[in-house]
């Protein structure tokens, strides 16, 4: 199915560039296709431009970045993984979530993804206080796990100092939500920009 809707869309793309004659697009191979407003994966208009290599979606007028799209084998502890998102350039950063809509479209991201069990959102704990790495607001959505690896909720800090946040898919059939982790374990990240 996947490979039917990239052939589409590069159809797609191909009959508007066509069509207005100056539109440029190349097809980046996606992980995830989502309907929605404003939400799209794979199809970038002018892809020439180095900025826009780092983009792998788009949705509701901000562009994400997944790591392992860009290099599958490269993982990040949890300092490393800030590091990587903010060196893509101006603006970018690690993900913060500031709405269900948010929530839904990355948990969307990791569900599709066969091989990807978490990654990486810009969470972090300072003295019992978390922090979004783009400077939004922590909450007022949360999607936290009613359990851990010791079933309790968390945020539990099982694994002192647990002040890195990662989206875990079902690691503790707890569905996909949201874990405080030590920083010290590698996974991919997701980056966004605004």
Avoid at 35 to 56: A, E
Avoid at 81 to 92: D, E, M, N, Q, V
Avoid at 142 to 157: C, H, K, L, T, Y
């Amino acid at each position: 199915m996947k490979v039917v809707l990239s052939l589409l869309l590069m159809v797609v793309g191909l009959a508007v560039a066509q069509h207005f004659g100056t539109a440029k697009f190349s097809f980046q191979s996606p992980s995830f296709q989502q309907s929605g407003q404003n939400t799209f994966s794979g199809l970038q208009s002018g892809s020439n431009n180095k900025k826009d290599r780092n983009v792998h979606a788009i949705s509701n007028g901000r562009q994400y970045h997944f790591s392992w799209q860009a290099n599958p084998s490269r993982v990040f502890n949890g300092r490393a993984a800030f590091t990587y998102c903010s060196g893509l350039g101006p603006g970018w950063s690690a993900v913060g979530v500031s709405s269900r809509s948010e929530w839904n479209f990355l948990k969307g991201i990791l569900e599709s993804e066969r091989d990807l069990r978490y990654f990486w959102m810009g969470g972090s704990n300072n003295r019992g206080r978390w922090t979004w790495a783009t400077g939004e607001r922590f909450g007022p959505f949360e999607a936290w796990s009613p359990r851990g690896g010791e079933g309790r909720g968390q945020p539990d800090n099982r694994d002192p100092p647990e002040n890195c946040l990662g989206a875990l898919k079902n690691v503790y059939n707890d569905g996909t939500t949201w874990h405080d982790i030590n920083c010290r374990h590698e996974k991919h990240v997701v980056c966004e920009k605004a």
